[in-house]
């Protein structure tokens, strides 16, 4: 016999529990202040071929592709936010960058595209196109009283860039999937 109560209808309908609600946020807290401490003291050491990869970005991007634009763009103000205050980038436009990209790739899974891992490459490399784009326009920024030689600065760093940051936004999306389960299933 199935019983229904008044809260169970109350938070079907309304959407996630409180429990859930609680639980996702503590999650992704601590996940994304993880990634931001491991991108800002580990990973400068050890680079990867001299790319120090964007793991807060990319764990907006999984965020927002499985959770939507609501919580994706809130993560993405939150990881801007705590990129500008662990030095990474000093003061800059990267919470609205990152708010931007939250809520932009939230309001298309799901939309436009199904929230599958082949959607997530496609989110990924558009994604991954972005931050050597940033990287350029600060570099132009930096370079504005003095010539720099296109070519030279994308092979030796927009390429790669790129290329590392696409690599390891590839196991972002398995981990992050295991990640909701583990919160769904202690609900």
């Not at 436009?93 to 490459?121: C, D, E, N, Q």
């Not at 590839?170 to 919160?183: A, D, E, G, S, V």
Request: charged letters at 10%; proline letters at 6%; a positive charge.
């Amino acid at each position: 016999m199935i019983t229904l109560s008044a809260e169970s209808i109350h938070a079907t309908a309304a959407g996630p529990s409180r429990s859930y609600q609680r639980r996702r946020i503590l999650a992704y807290g601590i996940t994304l202040f993880a990634l931001a401490l491991l991108q800002t003291t580990l990973l400068p050491h050890f680079p990867l071929l001299g790319i120090t990869p964007d793991l807060c970005l990319l764990f907006v991007l999984c965020v927002a592709m499985q959770d939507g634009r609501e919580v994706g763009g809130t993560v993405g103000l939150c990881a801007g936010f705590l990129e500008c205050a662990l030095g990474i980038t000093g003061p800059s436009a990267l919470p609205i960058l990152f708010f931007t990209v939250g809520y932009g790739i939230g309001h298309l899974s799901g939309r436009t595209l199904p929230r599958s891992f082949p959607s997530y490459l496609i989110l990924s490399a558009s994604l991954c196109f972005l931050r050597p784009a940033v990287t350029l326009a600060a570099i132009g920024l930096a370079a504005q009283t003095s010539a720099f030689d296109l070519t030279v600065i994308a092979r030796g760093t927009l390429i790669w860039e790129f290329f590392v940051n696409f690599l390891c936004s590839l196991p972002m999306y398995p981990l992050m999937r295991k990640l909701q389960r583990r919160i769904q299933k202690k609900v």
